[in-house]
């Protein structure tokens, strides 16, 4: 069943898509798309106190890349999670999840490095993966001169974002680099194909996102159909899943990308990783960025905190 809370948020979005105008051409679209992306910040709450913030750059295979690290004021040396924000991979930033990733820092203890990877479709596939790769490699490097414990990285993501933290696992390991203690999946992304066979994707269209909305994404970060069918664009077909860090993979109940994530985290197990996953139940996509309208934000909070120790 539909949270109630959930619901109202739901209501909400739905009268601010009622009042857009039907777009002159594809550029007013993509403007719409990233504007409605941006409004979830308006259920998003209050910035905890005791949380600091800043913006540093770190090297890019582009150009330097933004990243904003919060972290717990007054820690002695916190543990790292790079994070990669959601948004389709052409909309989504910094600023629209300043407050749900202030709150994660928070509850979890652990300084919080947030990626500001380039978006489609001014820079499509592969460029955000790359970014993000860029900016955690950067970042670990640099874990102690930021105050932060270099011996305890982990990454993580929420939607398209989950995708980005599974292909940054994929590719370490293929480096031979294994210091990664963890991986935090919410509510991935893990399969672009447009023939994917999820239920879900039928079943929940409408709660947040539609197929359409889904598509529309995908063709804009992706636009080679072709490139869908590769594990960097859909972390499901990697045919070798064995080697990557413990995860906690979370999915919603009411939310058109959830089968993928929970057969994303089943081959994880059959691999032989350590997963954790949890389906929020009543719950919808970006509720992490919903704490102001969903109370219910805080237990997933808490179950990434218990998940990081």
């Keep these: 069943m539909l949270d109630p809370e959930a619901k109202a948020v739901l209501d909400d979005l739905a009268r601010k898509a009622a009042v857009q105008v039907t777009p002159r051409d594809a550029a007013q679209k993509l403007a719409q798309a990233r504007a409605m992306t941006g409004a979830m910040a308006d259920y998003s709450g209050e910035a905890p106190a005791g949380v600091t913030a800043r913006d540093i750059a770190v090297p890019g295979p582009a150009r330097p890349i933004r990243v904003r690290l919060t972290r717990p004021e007054g820690a002695a040396s916190p543990p790292l999670l790079v994070w990669y924000h959601g948004g389709g991979a052409m909309a989504g930033s910094l600023e629209g999840h300043d407050v749900p990733l202030r709150q994660l820092t928070e509850a979890t203890g652990w300084a ?182 969903i109370a219910r934000a805080a237990d997933l909070r808490a179950r990434i905190a218990d998940f990081l120790g």
Aim: charged content about 25%.
């Design 112 to 293: 919080i490095a947030s990626v500001d990877y380039r978006l489609a479709p001014e820079h499509p596939h592969p460029a955000p993966q790359d970014d993000c790769l860029a900016a955690t490699r950067a970042l670990r490097d640099a874990a102690k001169a930021l105050g932060c414990d270099p011996a305890r990285l982990a990454i993580g993501g929420d939607s398209i974002g989950g995708l980005f933290a599974a292909d940054v696992a994929l590719a370490l390991r293929e480096a031979g680099e294994r210091g990664l203690e963890a991986m935090v999946l919410v509510y991935p992304n893990t399969d672009l194909r447009p023939d994917r066979p999820w239920p879900s994707l039928a079943t929940e269209s409408g709660h947040v996102m539609t197929r359409g909305s889904l598509a529309y994404e995908n063709d804009l970060f992706v636009p080679d159909v072709t490139e869908r069918h590769t594990p960097r664009a859909s972390p499901f077909l990697a045919p070798d899943l064995t080697g990557l860090p413990r995860a906690l993979v979370i999915t919603c109940e009411h939310d058109p990308l959830r089968d993928e994530g929970e057969g994303f985290a089943a081959r994880l197990g059959e691999a032989g990783v350590q997963v954790t996953a949890h389906r929020e139940p009543g719950m919808i996509h970006a509720v992490l960025q919903m704490d102001g309208w």
